[in-house]
């Protein structure tokens, strides 16, 4: 695994400022009652962060898809929940920036304590998750439901982990909990190529066009039994299958 690290310093450097222009003046507008505002400034300097980490790992997005229906229902405000398959590090900047998601994530417990990074999670709403225990597992995907019912959507990586290979591992049903449970529309996202631009990088400064598809929106709200929460899972993960086969390997 070879990753770019003359990246680095600048990717610390945005999240540094971005702690000084984003978190600290949110937070204050926070205190002072200002929620609304506090929250689109934090994803407003969270999608300069997520668009300059792009920049400085080669990214170039191509986005494709059911893009004006998304916007249309973030006009809405409709209860959403966004399923996404997970090969980069870099796909939650994708999300953040090219795509301009105002959206809570489930990521792993384990994020907590990466420095500056840690402070985003909280600011944008994240639920941590214990893949150890299903118990606690659990307990997180009913606080990202909760989320969800007051207004935030939620993003999800329904595989559970970051793929090694770059092929979509096996999505899990019980994190749909997260949308069944709020009653949220699921928006199946695709995203392919990213992976090329860091862990899987072999020549430091060409950048490459990586593609990201917003996909067809599904409703849980006449789910009636297991059975059709399973045929669900499954159309889902067909659709997000097929897509990411039918994009370009590579750019």
Known sequence: MIFIFWAIPFIFAVFAVSVIVGIIPATVMRLLGMRKASLYWTYLTGSWVGWS???????KIHVSGEVRSLRQQLAEKRALCYVVNHTSLLDIPVAVGPLHLITGYVTKLSVAFVPVFNLWLFAMHCVLINRKSLKRGAESIRRGAEKI??????????????????EIGVFRSGSFRLATESGADIVALTI??????????RCFFKRRDCYVHVGNTYSTKDLKDRTDVRNLVQKIETEIRNTYDAMPDRG
């Open 149 to 166: 019912k007051r207004g935030m959507p939620m993003l999800i990586f329904p595989e559970g982990t970051r793929s090694r290979t770059g």
């Open 192 to 201: 392919r190529g990213v992976r090329y631009c860091l862990e899987e990088r």
């Open 53 to 59: 980490c792009l920049f400085f790992c080669g990214v």
